[in-house]
């Protein structure tokens, strides 16, 4: 089934973003992952099958992946307990909201959530691309300035850096992420804080970079959220899924323009092809853009994984 909506009765909804759904347990939240797909900031109005199974299960296999190196909010995705829990909350008839849950659902922590994202680039792409080529045209020792980094002039698109760089961002409720400097973070979450965030930000992205390398894949950058539970920072939300990162295939990486990704490019494509001004409401997604979209995700899961979705 496609899961655009949720809705359970006799729990409090906690927040509603562009594709998950959360809702309060009191000292734990639930967190559902729909369906729903945005592009260009805007949801659209039919779902991608799959696609919150998808992003759901990665971060289940990258919060495994990772334990030894950052603590995660996971409590539990087991369907069987969670609606047990909303049985205990006093959740009427929990079985009914089974097939809506199972596979897209966590419970996690509850955290105070740290107001940057954690961002960190391999390779040069996407806002941080365009940074750079602003950047080159002014730079006068053969080396950019890219968020405090020292980048050698010269790089093309997508070309790897010589090293991983952190280049935080503010959260923002609708529209694009604000890029900032390290320090302006620091002035944010404090300097001792946003040390560890870079910290523990680059040991992730090495252990999840290492084994998809081992998959073929090419994590090119991705973005961390994190939170507090008293004096422990851990991370939170989704981590190193589609929507989140940019994954490249290894076999046809080829530097010099932007680069074919697992995610809903498809979608991105066709829309600019339709003329629409980008402002809703969204046209409707054509059945092959959804089908290729999906089997897309799917397929990022399949490589990262190493077995399909459901097995």
Not at 110 to 139: H, M, N
Not at 166 to 177: V, W, Y
Not at 285 to 300: C, F, Q, S
Request: aromatic share 8%; charged share 30%.
């Amino acid at each position: 089934m496609v899961v655009t909506h949720t809705e359970i009765e006799g729990l409090r909804r906690f927040r509603t973003g562009k594709v998950r759904d959360v809702y309060d347990l009191g000292d734990e939240l639930l967190i559902v992952a729909t369906d729903r797909l945005s592009a260009f900031d805007v949801v659209m109005p039919n779902g991608i099958p799959d696609k919150g199974r998808v992003l759901t299960q990665l971060s289940l296999f990258w919060f495994d992946l990772t334990r030894d190196v950052v603590e995660n909010h996971l409590i539990t995705a087991d369907i069987d307990e969670i609606l047990g829990r909303l049985r205990k909350l006093g959740v009427a008839e929990p079985e009914k909201y089974r097939d809506m849950l199972d596979g897209r659902t966590m419970v996690v922590k509850k955290a105070d959530a740290f107001p940057v994202e954690c961002v960190i680039r391999g390779y040069l792409s996407g806002s941080a691309w365009k940074e750079y080529r602003t950047a080159e045209r002014q730079a006068g020792d053969g080396f950019v300035d890219l968020h405090g980094h020292k980048i050698p002039v010269g790089l093309r698109e997508s070309d790897r850096l010589p090293q991983p760089i952190f280049t935080p961002a503010t959260k923002a409720e609708s529209g694009h992420d604000v890029n900032i400097s390290i320090e302006e973070m620091e002035h944010i979450v404090g300097k001792s804080e946003a040390a560890q965030l870079i910290e523990k930000t680059t040991a992730v992205y090495k252990v999840a970079a290492d084994h998809a390398a081992s998959r073929g894949i090419i994590i090119a950058d991705t973005k961390f959220e994190f939170g507090r539970i008293g004096d422990k920072i851990i991370i939170i939300d989704e981590v190193l899924t589609p929507d989140s990162s940019r994954f490249w295939d290894a076999q046809t990486y080829n530097p010099g323009g932007p680069q074919p990704s697992f995610d809903k490019q498809y979608v991105r494509d066709w829309l600019e092809s339709t003329g629409w001004n980008k402002e809703p409401p969204p046209p409707v997604l054509p059945d092959d853009v959804v089908a290729r979209t999906a089997e897309k995700y799917r397929e990022a899961y399949r490589r990262i994984v190493g077995k399909p979705l459901g097995t």
